[in-house]
């Protein structure tokens, strides 16, 4: 099938080497910089043209951040389902989602597992749909060799709590379409900076975060800033869509300048990050064998940088409950096709319940463990004994 009401075909143009050294990579995060990370694919899908009437294909085991910013936008969000087994979007099911009023492809790489790819933008290109990569999970996997976000015509990232790097809040858009980056360039003349009070609020639950959390105190931390976040002190990830009155103030602000200064300092690290992050995911993949969880698999040429390591799970609610007991940080996101929606709510996102049965059957397996920097061999140490002491040990 042809998308006959498509623009003509937007080749992907990546204007950069493909293994840009790490300067290079900052240089691309700090150039359109947002107040969050949805804030920034609304100004992708603004560039691209996306309006009221359009649909923009996305995963379904997502949060709600992603149909936030195709709603903000006046457009309609279709959920495709994630492949059997796993984590990310099913390329069979994308180009059966695909009809005549399809205007752009979101591909996520759950958990920094990278999507398949290749499949996804050749389905997308064929059909003249621009693919926009969500790289909030990870900004360092590749695959064979090439880093993801440099895939599809654009690609944008989040700097919240618990993403691989974390300012407080915030988001970055990069394009590898030049004709896209003016389009994004000429928009972002237009978004605000937030109000200094605003941004000093940011920064304080920044430090309040990094003085408090490490993987022991997780339910700790947890805790109280759900309480803080209930209690409208501390900004939440979630507004609910049903009490927005057209966009939301949020989508027209870019990134306050405070934060922008950490995300700069935050970035010279990046590649230390990433290594860390590489180091602990592998020893949890090779030393935990517990029958009570599932890694999941992936193909040679892909080099994932997880920004929590996945696995799923048939004994959730015990698993979650002894972790807790026993202060192991075992983290449950995404419990719902749309997170944090349930039941009915999931239509005021556009998901039809029972729809993607793979996102779902994820949903309920799936748990989490931290590759941070907070992460040391006493912490891998205590979630792989943990683990292993819960099911039996394999192999
Ligand atoms: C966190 C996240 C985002 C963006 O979140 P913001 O809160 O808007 O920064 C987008 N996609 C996924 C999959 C995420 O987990």
Redesign the pocket.
Known sequence: MTNPAAKSALPARPHKPENSPPEAIAGELLQFTYF????A?AAILRALGVQIGDEVLIQAF??I??PE?ILSVGAKPVYVDVEAGGINMDPADLDKKISPNTRAVVA?H?FGLPANISRITEIAEAKGIPVVE?C??TIMSRVNGKRVGSFGHAS?Y???AA?PVFVG???SAVCNDDALERAVRAGYTKYAEPPVSSQLETAAMFHAHGIAYQPSTYWTVRSMFRTLSAAGLIRG?YNKIADQRGPASDFTRRMGRIQKHRLRQELRGLTAQSDHRREVSTAYRTRIRSSAVHHIDFDSGVDPVYGRYPLLTEQRASLVREAQKARVEVAVFYDSAVQPLYGEALRSAGYEPGSCPNAEWASERIISLPTGRQVGRREIDRSVDFLNAFGEVQG
């Open positions: 969050r990370g949805r804030v694919l997502t949060c951040a992603v910013a996520q759950s969500d909030a999970h944008f989040s700097y919240e993403k809040i915030g988001g990830n």
